[in-house]
T-cell receptor, first 110, second 114 residues
Framework: QKEVEQNSGPLSVPEGAIASLNCTYSDRGSQSFFWYRQYSGKSPELIMSIYSNGDKEDGRFTAQLNKASQYVSLLIRDSQPSDSATYLCADPTGGFKTIFGAGTRLFVKA | GAGVSQSPSNKVTEKGKDVELRCDPISGHTALYWYRQSLGQGLEFLIYFQGNSAPDKSGLPSDRFSAERTGGSVSTLTIQRTQQEDSAVYLC????????????FGNGTRLTVT
């Protein structure tokens, strides 16, 4: 059974700091990952995808994939209160059922 | 274009009644998922449809839950003899279903069993 694990948090960071969210996965064959953001009372929305080993940057967000260590991370630079949400790591497992982590709650304090 | 559409957005029902929740995925999306999310909790996988393949029902919590997908498009999740612990938000998502495609979520149906 493939698994994706995340620390549920909450992770609390001050405004302007870097928030680091981490995820580990069980399937060595996994090639790519997605990060979803879910605001309270809303549905998850895709914010980042990473398809190869290394870093991928998009604005204030950087996704990192380390296949040797089987972890994925999401860095949010210059964190804003509007970034406060739950962040879900997901393994699309090559076209089969997508596996989600339990999510990490992030609070950015103004 | 149109996103994933779910109806109703809210449903209040009495314990013991049956309910049907509907999901209309994005046109052309072959994969469709149902998830349940209780207040403050993570996504609980219920069922997964992919094209014409047999659905993955491994997440359905009991035989009171069933789902079907007609014509490879619209899906209905049915909960029979509802219980108070069935109260949650039921989310539907769809994807292209090829390779590593992301999921697109609907706005969910909030089910309250009184």
């Amino acid at each position: 059974q493939k698994e994706v694990e995340q620390n549920s948090g909450p992770l609390s960071v001050p405004e302007g700091a870097i928030a680091s969210l981490n995820c580990t996965y069980s399937d060595r064959g996994s090639q790519s990952f997605f990060w979803y953001r879910q605001y309270s009372g809303k549905s998850p929305e895709l914010i980042m995808s990473i398809y190869s080993n290394g870093d991928k940057e998009d604005g204030r967000f950087t996704a990192q994939l380390n296949k040797a260590s089987q972890y994925v991370s999401l860095l949010i630079r210059d964190s804003q209160p509007s970034d406060s949400a739950t962040y879900l790591c997901a393994d699309p497992t090559g076209g089969f059922k997508t596996i989600f982590g339990a999510g990490t709650r992030l609070f950015v304090k103004a | 274009g149109a996103g994933v559409s779910q109806s109703p957005s809210n449903k209040v029902t009495e314990k013991g009644k049956d309910v049907e929740l509907r999901c209309d995925p994005i046109s052309g999306h072959t994969a469709l998922y149902w998830y349940r999310q209780s207040l403050g909790q993570g996504l609980e996988f219920l069922i997964y449809f992919q094209g014409n393949s047999a659905p993955d029902k491994s997440g359905l919590p009991s035989d009171r839950f069933s789902a079907e997908r007609t014509g490879g498009s619209v899906s209905t999740l049915t909960i029979q003899r509802t219980q108070q612990e069935d109260s949650a938000v039921y989310l539907c998502a769809s994807s292209i279903g090829q390779g590593t495609s992301p999921l697109h979520f609907g706005n969910g149906t909030r089910l309250t069993v009184t």
